[in-house]
């Protein structure tokens, strides 16, 4: 062990005293040096998406897209780019839950041939504004309130609900992070969306219009409200931890990325304005074409060296990717260079390995805080002999913006179809199955409940009105309100949507293409448990890449029927059901009869049922659900209760567990 000017330290045990009860001396340059450190450990953190998890990984071209772009990821098939993701909630400080209802960012570094390029987008494809000018109120609505700093990570509190109703084109947004997409089961099961509309620019300087979206493998999947809410008490790092253990696992999560391509000419035929982020390019408008895949293969070695101090930046682009007019996208390129100079400490914050290109840079750029390279010679400037000129500009080799020609005089304000603000929202709403309806329905019920000013509430339900009456209807009836008049709208007359119902936007339309692999399951054990039924559900679930785990009264070892030996890897109280995907009770005689009366695991039996899981009961497991109040009689396709048992069991488990969730089941309130 050393001091960080490398001089060995003898003892890093005590301080430096006169007499062992002596007062201890400022002399003591190694317990000073130690403690000076430790006290600048923390960096300031990000003003939002303070709370994320991030991982390796790369991307890989299905085939070249030169007439397209002539960004190097995408130009050969099987061209693998390095990647560095960083996915975050928004409204949280760094310590906050994972589970909090909020938008995810889903932020990817493609560390390029030709230097890095950052897509730094969200799990939804649309924003809250439309303008860079109201970002700072925005943020500052939805952040805990200034006077009391509470509530930490939500947006149920009047100033959020206060600003939004008073900004129509955020309903849209609202939609979106209302519904269950607000409370992703796994960072790993989100698609994410590059939300403003950006150019490919080719090889012949030529542009088309581009949005990008992330699809998951795995499906995109959701929680329950009260599943969220329970799981942030026990397992705040629910996410972070979700992501870090699959991944060392080995099962790597993967994203296709798709991209919707349009001319300009096709965009002004649109009902909507492409530079408009509160609007989305409906799928049925613009297909999305697959071009590629990203797999997340390693962790970070340090959370802070990597996950904390990734710098990602929208102005970071490489040839081949370029802007257009999106006012929101255009302070966003000011915005997060900004940001790192302050989070990071200088202008350096390049230099950092997890934020340095792999592409070689070459400039005359100097000094600065915490500089690392050391640059030699005596030329910083450009032109010059004494170096030889170098480094060169690189002409038509290097970054040329499109040349995009300038229409109109300055002014501030907006074009007439940014006006519009409900047709999209509608569109949402109108597309998702009944459960999600019901589901968006309820968290504005929940989160104008928390709202203390009657007004905000009329309005926001005035807003909603201009939705969808059934949506408003529900809000108000769920609030004991009267619904009152729609919110007047700025255009007299409302431009004609191209699309009516677009299937894609409900998670129901991405079940995945992986079944349950990488999914938890809780195995029920007791003294006296079915050894053999346990054994047969493991190895169903382990030949479908998902986990079983053991969790007993306590953790530890217990007695089979058998009179095997079996070890409770958790616990009912260190590992409550709402972190698992499904529940298993393999039976065994008289092993859960002293369980029955205990509340807490009925607790564990009625949590999945009322989230809408799968669960399996075998033998006497199915006494421990009727203890638990979980009716066995009705039809649902979740419960699968056999009370002599069952041969195929397990593969009929494994079959309802790949179904997610059986909303078939809820009924709100619940009914247990
Ligand atoms: Fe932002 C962080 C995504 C609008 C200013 N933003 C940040 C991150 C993501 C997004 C994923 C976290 C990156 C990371 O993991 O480190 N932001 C979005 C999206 C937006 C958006 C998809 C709308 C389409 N953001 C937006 C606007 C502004 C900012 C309009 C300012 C004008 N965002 C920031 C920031 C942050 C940031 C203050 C905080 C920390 C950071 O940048 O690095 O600069």
Redesign the pocket.
């Known amino acids: 062990m050393t001091t960080n000017q490398g001089v060995p330290v003898a003892d890093n045990q005590s301080s430096l005293k006169a007499g062992l009860r002596g007062p201890a001396l400022l002399k003591d340059f190694i317990l000073r040096e130690k403690i000076t450190h430790f006290d600048h450990e923390r960096i300031p953190e ?4 303070a709370r ?1 998890s991030g991982a390796h990984g790369y991307f890989e071209a299905y085939k070249p897209l030169t007439s397209l772009t002539r960004a190097a990821p995408f130009q050969e098939a099987g061209k693998r780019t390095p990647v560095f993701v ?1 996915f ?1 909630t928004v409204q949280g400080e760094r310590g906050s839950k994972d589970t909090a209802r909020d938008v995810r ?3 990817v570094k493609f560390y390029t041939d030709e230097g890095n390029w950052d897509l ?3 799990n939804m494809p649309v ?1 809250f ?1 439309q303008d ?1 000018m109201k ?1 700072p109120d925005l943020v500052h609505a939805v952040k805990p309130e200034p006077h009391h700093g509470m509530p930490q990570a939500g947006s149920a509190h009047d100033t959020f609900w206060d600003f939004v109703s008073l900004m129509p084109e955020s309903t849209h947004m609202l939609m979106w992070a209302m519904s269950d997409r607000g409370i992703p089961r796994s960072y790993r099961m989100m698609q994410g969306f590059g ?2 509309t950006y150019r490919f620019v080719n090889g012949d300087g030529q542009s088309s219009l581009v949005k990008f979206h992330w699809k998951p493998l795995l499906g995109t999947h959701s929680l329950v409200w009260e599943e969220a809410v329970k799981i942030s008490g026990c397992d705040p790092d629910f996410h972070r931890r979700d992501l870090w253990e699959a991944i060392e696992s080995g099962a790597y999560p993967e994203w296709e990325l798709g991209v919707q391509v349009f001319s300009e000419a096709d965009a002004d035929k649109f009902s909507f304005d492409v530079l408009d ?1 509160t609007k989305l390019v409906p799928e049925e408008l613009v297909p999305v074409t697959p071009i590629g895949r990203m797999v997340l293969n390693r962790n970070p070695d340090n959370f802070f060296a990597e996950t904390e101090q ?3 930046c929208t102005a970071h682009v490489v040839p081949g990717i370029d802007f257009t007019n999106d006012p ?2 255009a ?2 390129i ?3 260079v ?3 100079i302050s ?1 990071l400490g200088g202008p350096n914050f390049h230099e950092l390995p997890i934020n340095a290109p792999l592409a070689p840079v070459h400039n005359n750029q100097r000094d600065g805080m915490h500089r690392q390279a050391i640059h030699r010679g005596r030329v910083s400037y450009e032109p010059n002999s004494l170096g030889g000129g170098c480094p060169f500009q690189t002409g038509q080799m290097g970054f040329v913006p499109f040349p995009e020609p300038i229409q109109g005089d300055e002014m501030r304000g907006k074009p007439e179809k940014f006006a519009e603000h409900y047709n999209q929202a509608r569109l949402f709403f109108d597309s998702q199955t009944a459960p999600e309806k019901a589901h968006i329905i309820a968290a504005f019920r929940f989160e104008l409940s928390k709202v203390t000013v009657p007004a905000i509430r009329t309005r926001t339900l005035a807003m909603l009105r201009n939705v969808s009456d059934e949506l408003a209807g529900g809000v108000a009836e769920g609030l004991g309100m009267d619904l009152p008049e729609a919110m007047p709208r700025a255009l007299p007359r409302t431009p004609k949507p191209e699309v009516k119902a677009s299937p894609a936007l409900s998670l129901m339309a991405l079940p995945g293409e992986q079944g349950i692999r990488s999914r938890k399951v809780a195995i029920v054990i007791a003294d006296g448990v079915d050894g053999a039924a346990v054994a047969a559900v493991q190895a169903a679930l382990a030949k479908e890449g998902a986990m079983g785990r053991l969790v007993g009264p306590r953790v530890g070892p217990f007695t089979t029927a058998q009179g095997k030996t079996l070890e409770a890897e958790a616990s009912f109280e260190n590992e409550p059901s709402v972190l698992f995907d499904g529940l298993v009770l393999p039976g065994g005689e008289g092993a859960f009869a002293a369980l029955a009366g205990n509340g807490q695991v009925r607790e564990y039996v009625q949590d999945p049922y009322r989230h809408c899981k799968t669960i399996l009961a075998l033998g006497s497991g199915v006494d421990l659900l009727a203890a638990a109040g979980v009716p066995t009689d009705g039809d649902d396709a979740g419960l699968l209760a056999f009370a002599k048992g069952k041969a195929n069991a397990p593969a009929a488990f494994v079959k309802a567990l790949s179904l997610h969730r059986h909303f078939e089941r809820e009924t709100d309130p619940p009914r247990v």
């Open positions: 990000r003003i939002v998406h994320g960083r975050s960012g889903f932020a730094v987008g969200n924003f504004i860079a970002f939300v403003h982020a990734v710098a990602f929101l996208l302070g966003r000011h915005s997060y900004d940001t790192q989070r």
